[in-house]
């Protein structure tokens, strides 16, 4: 068994051709793949990545963006402990979608899951969502807010160095009060640092 | 010092000499045998010399031959030198000779060729025909030219390629039109015929294109009828429920045998590495069939209808259950589920078929690797944009929406029919909703797609995390109720009424079986949730032995949510003992653990006797311990009695710890103490599997203290050395518990260091 402190699942989501593969390929990869054909159901990825000498296992699921996987897709979405939700900054339909992607996640997933909101392939010329109204969008929506592109390689490491270390901060804090028999679980191998144990919402 | 002792001088002198003397004697003796020696050898030696010296001529004349030797080494390494230049040019020679007899052969059956050509034609003898026009294909066409341009007869050769050239698309316009005319005819011998002859004229992709188009009318007329039937069952047939899977089936074993009949036939007539253009052709009536079984099931099974009503339901959440919506009932749809699973799962072995097919094809017919990965693009392409690659996607979003639905309501079903039979000590919620669980489970293993399988166990985890251990909570936290009544006679009404069906019979015992019942249900749902990730793991393997690691890992990942469930119920039973232990171990334990109170732990010597024969206050405990455990012991499962026993182990000794600390003790107050302390750690000790020391350390330690004869024996227990112990108790604790002790001085406490 490899020696990690904290496992979490990262969940992408978004519109079919954002670009959800090539973030997740770049990151744990370091590549930017050339016409891979869109994905089929869910894709499964680990990368093991250092947070202050901690060593954080993020488990990655790349899901299919198209209407006939989603009942696939969902189901994954109740055990993420982040969602990274993905449009892309040159095509507007891909923006105009997010409301039907939140209803979804607020249906579907933890109400505690880390959200982010993540503008791709900035690289391109033809912008049709500026910056700032990304950055509303995601205020209004209590998320964090990205930028990035999967080709130049941009802003992508960040993102999820960014999310590791803020899921080990809230794990963390919600160690603290959590001393003798239940001190294992939060550890991250059954994850269940979404949901905190049924005793203290019975109490 | 010669003239010290002259005498003896001489003396040793002439020893000396004589001496030399005997010396050069044997010396002269030696050298005459010398001599002697060497005399005799001469006339040897004389005759070797004359040896020798006839032998001086012959080397003479080895010398001179060795050198006409190597002059004639010389000679020949020269010609041979020549000779090879001469080979080297014979072969060009040869090679030249070898072409011009290949351009005279072209030449001549150039000729032949465009001779026979038009006579076959005319003749209907396309075999021929064509046999001449492949003939003349197989010439290098540059070569052709050239030689005409160096050729007088320019005009005869460029004619006859002329002649041949015009013959080849008449022949491949007559071929194709007679191709089609057989198959308009329906004339299998013909369609062989001239399948055969595209090749030979150099049309491969357009032959294996026409036959393939053959094929799929073939293909369609059958699928058409077998669909046809299919829609004319009855639905008293037993195989109605089934029927579409079974059409799925028919038309994929038909065109696998369609595949597996022609394949040999293209590889014989057109080599191998074609199979993939025959494939792209016949998927597309593949697709064609697919689409038209899919669309008719769902129009016949109307499962749009029932989608929608599966989302919105599931939308509201079972518990909302008296909507405006009609409910369909689960077990309704366990055979449209079946269906789909079964339709899903042949759409996934016909596409592994044609992938090993086309590859296995490849493998043979391709040594390039280059080439070879774009047959494999390609294939992959062909099969993710076909229409059965969408249709079982389709299906298979289908098949989840219902599963999903199928296992929510059961479990609500389950849990909303829950019976406890008499003597059970859990009830059949648990036994009910795990068939459910495991049923859909091995159900998704059915449809033969990872992605299916993970998605139920990740909605299995969703339906046990939040709908199932929610209320095994829920009842938890309506609470045990303590009651008025005593609990011996609290759990002889218990039994009784659980022995005669009664549970109706009093609020309070039927709360609190209802209590004892969840607990008990969430001990045994954890061996359920381990015995079911064991299985599955074996199933799955068993249904998909070529997962890769990466397969793996999703798979590994969605059964470890399991875990979390087993972490939840493991909360429920943590949350339960803690209401156990504030409704019924609590009040009941505290009075018998307070009675130590009333006792003076002064004892003079003939008190002691007394007291030690019948120890009153520890045998009382115990005895109500007894009681009290003997009334939950065969109700609760045997991991929660052990739970309960350390529960109540706990409130034993803390409460205990907190009255010694409120009493005070002569020296032999202390003794009976110490005694009373390891009669009750014997007694729990035997009642239990697990360890009571650690539970009773403080306490035991406190005795120790409140034993010792003298204050200064402390250092035999504390300090650095092999007697000491290991202390639960803060130095400050144990000179409070010395305090205790009335003939302990205070000041003398103090002093002690600690
Ligand atoms: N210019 C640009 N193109 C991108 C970027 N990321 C992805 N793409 C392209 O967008 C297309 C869809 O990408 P993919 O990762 O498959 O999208 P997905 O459906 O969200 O997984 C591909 O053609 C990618 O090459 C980016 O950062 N910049
Ligand atoms: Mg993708």
Known sequence: ?203 | MSSSNPSTNYAELQRKYLQELKHLEEEEERLVDNLNNLFNQKTFLEDKVKGVSKLIPTLKVIKHEAQDLVNTINDISDSSEKISGKIRSLDVAKNRVDECQLRVNDLIDLDICSQGVQAAILDSDYEKGAAHVHRFLSMDQSVLTKTATDMDNVSNIMKSVRTLQDASSQLRAIVEHKFNEAVNNEDLTSIERFFKIFPLLGMHEEGIKEFCTYLRTKIASVAEKNLKTAMGIPQSDKRYGVIYADTLVLLFEGLARVIDTHQPLIETYYGPGRLLSAIKVLQKECDVQMKRVYADWAKVRQINKKIQVVNEILRMGSSSSFGKIEKIDPKDLDILIGEITLMHYRTELYIKFVQRKVMADADVGIPNQEDKEKIIKSLENVIKDSDISQCKHELLSHYLRLEQYYMDESIAKAVAMDTLEPSQQTSSMVDDTFFIVRKCIRRSISTGSLDGICAIINNACRALESDYCEVLKGRLRQGYPSGYLDLTQAYNVLQTSIQHGRLQSGDTEQSRTAFITALNNSDSSIEYVDALCDHVMKEIEQALPKMNSRDRGKLESCLSGLSSVTANLKDIIDYGMQQLRNAAVKPRVHPWVDAFLNVSHHFTEEELSAYEAGEPFVQTLIMNLETLLSSFKDILTPSNFDAFTQVLTSEVTQRLEKIVMKSTFNRLGGLVLDKEVRSLAGYITATTSWSVRDKFARLTQIATVLNLEQLNEIYDYWGNHDGALTWRLTPTELKSVMQLRTDFKSDEIKRLKL
């Not at chain 1, 079919?16 to 744990?28: E, I, P, Y």
């Not at chain 1, 930028?147 to 603290?176: C, H, P, W, Y």
């Open chain 1, 1 to 203: 068994m490899d020696d990690y402190k904290f496992l979490f699942k990262v969940v992408l989501v978004g519109n079919a051709g954002v670009g959800k593969t090539c973030l997740v390929r770049r990151f744990t990869q370091g590549l930017f793949p050339p016409g891979q054909g869109a994905t089929i159901g869910v894709d499964f990825m680990i990368k093991t990545v250092e947070v202050g000498n901690e060593k954080v296992k993020l488990q990655i699921w790349d899901t299919a963006g198209q209407e006939r996987f989603r009942s696939i897709t969902q189901s994954y979405y109740r055990s993420a402990h982040a969602l990274i939700l993905v449009y892309d900054i040159s095509c507007q339909p891909t923006f105009d979608c997010l409301p039907d992607w939140l209803r979804e996640i607020e249906e579907y997933a933890s109400s505690k899951v880390l959200r982010v909101l993540v503008g791709n392939k900035i690289d391109r010329e033809d912008r049709e969502i500026p910056t700032h109204v990304g950055e509303e969008f995601a205020e209004r929506h209590n998320m964090y807010f990205l930028e990035t592109s999967a080709k130049e390689s941009d802003n992508v490491e960040r993102l999820f160095m960014q999310i590791a270390e803020d899921l080990m901060k809230q794990a963390r804090t919600r160690d603290l009060p959590r001393y003798d028999s239940n001190a294992q679980s939060i550890n991250g191998r059954t994850s269940t640092i979404g949901d905190s144990s049924c005793c203290s919402k019975l109490q």
